[in-house]
């Protein structure tokens, strides 16, 4: 019987130390970030969500807390 190969999420994300608001943007007043999940090693996903704020310190953690945690499901 055949069963397909099980992969890990991949998370795709640079960090620039120069912008320490890289992956989040602003939408209408509210933060949003933006990242890239590889679900398989040859698909790619786009990925945005909003932070549901509008301060940026806020943002930045939020940002931070949702990559730990995609890391940490990896």
Known sequence: MYKPLEYNT????????????????????????????YPTPVTAERIRRSLHTKDILEARRRRDAIFNDIRLAA
Request: hydrophobic share 30%; aromatic share 10%.
């Open 10 to 37: 991949e998370l795709a994300i640079r960090i620039d130390p120069q912008n320490p608001d890289h992956h989040i943007y602003n939408n209408n007043g509210t933060l949003w970030v933006h990242y890239t999940i």
